[in-house]
């Protein structure tokens, strides 16, 4: 779809999206010089009083030579929007628009500008979420024969013209993160038995040439040459081969020590001979959506532009139950020459992770942030509304976590305490990629990598599990959510550490 600026003169067809605020004087919002004087009156008594408050929408076709939808939406008090009920309320009207059948709509930014936030950045978060909230994953349901509910065009138009030029770049930047996040969301919905490790890097590398970012690719005999034995370990029990995908994307001044970004890359996780249970397998096809979002951002990246410098590590495995699996008590020798005891064949994901991370090194990183839809109890500790951000540096974290809030996918700091480094002592082999308890599984994932991530200046490791899946509030399709892509552009433009 596209992000026109500009609203076009002969515009009754399509319908104007205007955002009111509880009480608002209808007489003097920043859509109302756009309709004439009849119209403008007719506004002035058809709009309800309470039509601002959160949560309501009305439709109205306003008479004049052709009626003129408005759509009016609700954005509740004032003084209360902020950045955040932006993205919600961006998507929120896209479920009208659709919802009704119309495929374009205008928009005044005014209506919707937050309160020091640039007119840029308010563009680039609407852009982005109309994107994020059009998307739907359809590509192998039949057609209906009224065609997808989908959006062609949004115009749009702020009142001082001396931001137009910053509205227009705002509004480019949110069409490439939200199409990317939505590129993303594809990669992870697509099932386990088509995602599979060789197509994953297919589409890496069609990604690379589309947008403008390099790619390698290892396979099993060349992850053997590296000492990739964790990675090869989980991988045994299916027959997909699995891939070792490297992305690089430089713009940087070459003495810039690059950031580097790994992702999970589980295509499918049936939890191994510690078969999961049936109803926990039903989203296991998502277990890549870390690397997704990583594959996603370096999208997003490469075409905006940004002058840095930026590697994606994904190491695409299937976890699998057969006579070659790995075992419970199996000891690994990973590529560090760390053995790593299994306890569970289930936590597969920080085993691959393990390699993923120590290859990282020969880039000499400044930061590494790796992703993961690592662990169930991070579900349990956070719901669905952040992920959780384990790092020791204080100076990371809280550079993160604004990414976070800046973006939209919201991080939670959990602690990563010596304290907690007890129960991954291992009996035969060095370190247990499980503790025996359940208690702290988010944190005792993370300080199962913390050991592999030791020698990077900078590391933070994010589990997603919790935000992997769209719930119904957050008014995005069934499904993934691209998770991290949009916090992971926002790392690449803004990190200064
Ligand atoms: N991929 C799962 C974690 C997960 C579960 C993500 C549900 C999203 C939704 C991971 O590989 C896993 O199975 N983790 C285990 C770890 C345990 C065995 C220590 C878990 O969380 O139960
Ligand atoms: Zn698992
Ligand atoms: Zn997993």
């Not at 959160?54 to 009016?72: A, F, M, N, S, Y």
């Amino acid at each position: 779809m596209d992000h026109i600026f500009g609203i076009p003169k002969e515009r009754a067809q399509h319908p104007i999206i205007m955002g009111v605020f509880e009480s608002q004087t209808i007489r003097k919002h920043p859509c109302f010089r756009l309709f004439d004087a009849d119209e403008q009156s007719f506004l002035l008594r058809a709009v309800k009083k309470d039509a601002g408050r959160t949560d309501q929408h009305t439709w109205l076709l306003v008479p004049g030579q052709r009626l003129k939808p408005v759509c009016i939406i609700g954005l509740g008090k004032k003084e209360e929007w902020s950045a955040r009920k932006l993205i919600l309320e961006s998507r929120r009207f896209v479920s009208y628009l659709k919802a009704a059948h119309y495929r374009t709509a205008c928009l005044l930014i005014d209506d919707f500008r937050v309160r020091n936030l640039s007119f840029e950045r308010t563009a680039e978060i609407i852009a982005t979420n109309i994107e994020m909230a059009r998307y739907e994953f359809n590509i192998y349901k039949e057609k209906p024969q009224e065609g997808w509910h989908d959006l062609d065009a949004i115009y749009y138009d702020v009142r001082d013209a001396s931001e137009r030029a910053s509205c227009s770049r705002g509004l480019a930047a949110g069409a490439i993160i939200g199409g990317q996040t939505n590129a993303a969301r594809t990669l992870a919905n697509t099932p386990g038995g088509i995602m599979t490790p060789k197509l994953l890097a297919k589409e890496t590398i069609a990604m690379g040439t589309r947008c403008g970012f390099s790619v390698r690719i290892f396979g099993e005999k060349e992850m053997k040459k590296l000492g990739m034995d964790a990675i090869l370990a989980v991988s045994k029990g299916s027959r997909e081969e699995a891939q070792f995908i490297v992305m690089e994307y430089q713009r940087g001044p070459k003495s810039h020590k690059p950031l580097v970004f790994v992702g999970k890359g589980i295509t499918f996780d049936s939890g191994g001979l510690h078969l999961k249970p049936s109803n926990a397998m039903d989203d296991m096809h998502l277990d890549m959506s870390g690397g997704a979002s990583v594959i996603g951002a370096l999208g997003a990246i490469a075409r905006m532009g940004l002058k840095t410098h930026v590697i994606g590590i994904v190491a695409a495995v299937e976890n699998m139950p057969s006579g070659e699996s790995y075992r419970p008590g199996d000891i690994i020798t990973s590529m560090s020459g760390t053995t790593i005891e299994v306890v569970s064949t289930d936590a597969e994901g920080r085993v691959t992770l393990a390699d993923a991370l120590w290859y990282a090194k020969r880039f000499n990183p400044k930061l590494v942030v790796d992703i993961a839809t690592l662990t169930g109890a991070c579900i349990i500790a956070l719901g669905h509304h952040a992920s959780a951000l384990f790092s020791q540096q204080d100076a990371v974290a809280s550079a993160l976590l604004k990414c976070g809030e800046e973006s939209g996918d919201y991080l939670w700091r959990m602690p990563l305490w010596e304290e907690y480094d007890c129960g991954l002592k291992g009996t035969f082999g060095d370190v247990l990629n499980a503790p025996k308890n359940r208690e702290a599984g988010a944190i005792n994932g993370a300080l199962f990598l913390k050991r592999f991530a030791k020698d990077f200046p900078a590391w933070a490791h994010i589990d997603i599990a919790s935000t992997m899946l769209s719930v119904n509030d957050i008014h995005l399709a069934k499904g993934a959510t691209g998770s991290a892509t949009r916090l992971l552009v926002e790392i690449a433009r803004s990190y200064n550490l």
